[in-house]
C-alpha cells in the first residue's frame, strides 16, 4: 500500500473510532427484560465493517474495545474496564470483533449482488445482526445460566430496532462512499 493510500487508510480508521466514541456517548435504553440495553453503537460497528472493510474496520473496533478495557468510559451510558468483558454485554463486545470481517465475506458470496442495496443490507443483517446476537445469546446463556433457548428468546426485543440499524447503516455508508470518491 503507498503512503498516500495508508495515511488515508489511517485517517479514515480514525474517524470511523471517533465515531464509534460518539456513538457511546448517547444513553443506553434500559428494556428490563434482560440487563442488555438497546444502543447505537452497534450501528457504528456496522458501519466500520461497510466503510473500511475487513482490516481496517477490524482496526477500527478493536481499538474500541481497547479502550474499554483500559478503562475508559466509552460504551453507551458511560460503560467501560476490564468488567465489561465478564459481565451480560461481553458476548455482544466480542460478536462486534467479528462483523467487519463478516460483511467482506457476505459481500464476496453475493459477488456483484454484494455491492447493491439488499445484498450490502443482506451483508450488515447477517454480521451485524446475527453474528453478534447470536455471540451474544452465547454468552448470556453462559452467564446468567441460561438455557439456550431463554437466552435466545430473550434477544428477540432486540431485532426489530436492529434491522432498522441496519438498513440506516447502508443508507449512510452509501452516501459517504460517494463523498469519499
Given amino acids: 500500500m503507498k503512503n498516500r493510500e495508508m495515511v488515508r487508510q489511517l485517517t479514515a480508521t480514525a474517524m470511523m473510532l471517533a465515531v464509534l466514541l460518539v456513538l457511546g456517548l448517547l444513553p443506553a435504553i ?4 434482560i440487563p442488555v440495553p438497546i444502543l447505537l453503537q ?10 473500511l472493510g475487513p482490516r481496517f474496520g477490524t482496526v477500527a473496533v478493536g481499538l474500541l474495545l481497547l479502550l474499554v478495557a483500559l478503562g475508559l468510559p466509552v460504551l453507551s451510558g458511560g460503560r467501560g474496564g476490564a468488567v465489561m468483558f465478564v459481565g451480560p454485554t461481553a458476548g455482544y463486545l ?4 467479528f462483523v467487519p470481517v463478516v460483511v467482506w465475506l457476505m459481500q464476496k458470496v453475493l459477488g456483484k ?10 451483508a450488515v443483517l447477517v454480521a451485524g445482526v446475527l453474528v453478534v446476537d447470536l455471540s451474544g ?11 439456550f433457548a431463554a437466552a435466545l428468546v430473550s434477544n428477540l426485543a432486540f431485532i426489530p430496532g436492529d434491522i432498522l440499524k441496519a ?3 447502508v443508507i449512510i ?6 463523498t469519499r470518491r
Fill in 137 to 147: 445469546t452465547l454468552w448470556l446463556m453462559h452467564q446468567a445460566d441460561m438455557p
Fill in 30 to 33: 434500559p428494556i428490563g427484560v
Fill in 167 to 169: 438498513a440506516l447503516t
Fill in 42 to 51: 452497534n450501528m457504528g460497528v456496522m458501519l466500520a465493517g461497510l466503510i
Fill in 94 to 97: 466480542l460478536g462486534y470483533c
Fill in 113 to 122: 449482488q454484494g455491492q447493491t442495496w439488499w445484498g450490502e443490507l443482506l
Fill in 173 to 178: 455508508a452509501r452516501r459517504l462512499k460517494k
